[in-house]
């Protein structure tokens, strides 16, 4: 069965829970804001706990609910904890793996540590909330992982040998869970973020790049039209579940 899709402004409660590791303040904001209108209490997650609180209060003052807690991704007891909370205060219905971890380096400045610490956050901290989640789920028959991805995960770039390998191997392990979990109820999904998002961020890097001040329309991606598609693909009938998709504006060139 699949859950009825409501209007992001009738806050209909539902005794469910949603939880975002890496909740940061673009992608997993957007999320945690879509599910919240949607009803679901939303458990938010990201290394500094403290920068959720603006995130926390808009919820709240519109009527939500959704709860901000420092988390540290690359460590097990840190996950299972936060995860186990979520599904206290209602059942698990989604678990999504939203970690960045996106850093440049030419290869002969690429250090063991800075490899090291790319993988264990796009990587490794993706296997510990996929197999956590699975945990929880499996104990009670459904529920849905969704892994965020990104160019990367399909192609390697000059410099980025680190990240690329880090989502590669995310990819392998949403593929791997997919095939294993899916025939026992469990949508395991990964997107394909294969563009800019539109951020101070990123305009100030691609006005450095190219002198590009104002992007042209719809060149960037709004977090809140990514936040839409998870909603989609969470809402899907299991019959027709997706597995990966890839996310671009229409201008774009792939």
């Known amino acids: 069965m699949t859950p009825d899709v409501v209007p992001a402004d009738?806050?209909?409660?539902?005794?469910?829970?949603?939880?975002?590791?890496?909740?940061?303040?673009?992608?997993?904001?957007?999320?945690?804001?879509?599910?919240?209108?949607?009803?679901?209490?939303?458990?938010?997650?990201?290394?500094?706990?403290?920068?959720?609180q603006p995130l926390v209060d808009e919820i709240e003052a519109a009527g939500g609910r959704c709860v901000g807690r420092t988390l540290d991704a690359r460590d097990d007891k840190s996950v299972t904890a936060f995860l186990a909370e979520a599904d206290a205060a209602a059942p698990l219905d989604l678990v999504?793996?939203?970690?960045?971890?996106?850093?440049?380096?030419?290869?002969?400045?690429?250090?063991?540590?800075?490899?090291?610490k790319v993988w264990e956050m796009a990587c490794y901290s993706g296997f510990l909330t996929g197999r956590e989640a699975a945990r929880i789920m499996l104990s009670r028959?459904?529920?849905?992982?969704?892994?965020?991805?990104?160019?990367?995960?399909?192609?390697?770039?000059?410099?980025?040998?680190?990240?690329?390998?880090?989502?590669?191997?995310?990819?392998?392990?949403?593929?791997?869970?997919?095939?294993?979990?899916?025939?026992?109820?469990?949508?395991?999904?990964?997107l394909i973020i294969d563009s800019g998002v539109d951020t101070a961020w990123v305009r100030q890097m691609r006005a450095q790049r190219?002198?590009?001040?104002?992007?042209?329309?719809?060149?960037?991606?709004?977090?809140?039209?990514?936040?839409?598609?998870?909603?989609?693909?969470?809402?899907?009938?299991?019959?027709?579940?997706t597995h990966e998709l890839d996310l671009r504006p229409y201008g774009e060139r792939w």
């Open 141 to 190: 028959g459904r529920g849905s992982i969704f892994f965020t991805g990104a160019t990367a995960s399909l192609r390697g770039g000059a410099g980025f040998a680190a990240f690329a390998s880090a989502k590669f191997g995310l990819r392998a392990l949403a593929q791997s869970l997919a095939r294993e979990l899916g025939p026992r109820n469990i949508h395991v999904a990964h």
């Open 210 to 241: 190219s002198g590009e001040v104002d992007p042209a329309p719809d060149a960037l991606m709004a977090p809140a039209s990514i936040a839409e598609t998870y909603w989609q693909l969470h809402h899907q009938s299991r019959d027709a579940w």
């Open 10 to 52: 009738s806050f209909m409660k539902r005794d469910a829970s949603v939880a975002v590791i890496g909740a940061g303040d673009f992608i997993g904001a957007a999320i945690a804001r879509r599910f919240a209108a949607g009803g679901y209490r939303v458990f938010a997650g990201r290394r500094n706990g403290e920068k959720l």
């Open 96 to 116: 999504i793996f939203n970690v960045g971890a996106n850093v440049n380096f030419p290869i002969l400045e690429t250090t063991e540590r800075v490899f090291r």
